[in-house]
């Protein structure tokens, strides 16, 4: 898992305005680079452990609001 997120993450870095990312969130069909990567790994509990990953931190999200497909 560290690999593979940190290849990821690394594939969809990015820096943008205030301005240019609200303007992207309205007219752009895609998520927000930011999300592609945090929004999506934040739901794989492996992602908790290969990062160490605890509560109270910036990246944590709570069990109950991950999203669970199988």
Avoid: C
């Amino acid at each position: 898992m560290p690999r593979t997120g940190s290849l990821d993450a690394l594939g969809w870095q990015s820096h943008q305005r205030d301005e240019v990312l609200a303007q992207r969130i309205l007219t752009d069909v895609h998520s927000p680079a930011i999300l592609r990567v945090n929004g999506s790994f934040a739901d794989v509990p492996a992602f908790y452990e290969a990062f160490n990953i605890k509560p109270g931190q910036k990246l944590y999200l709570p069990d109950s609001a991950r999203v669970k497909i199988w």
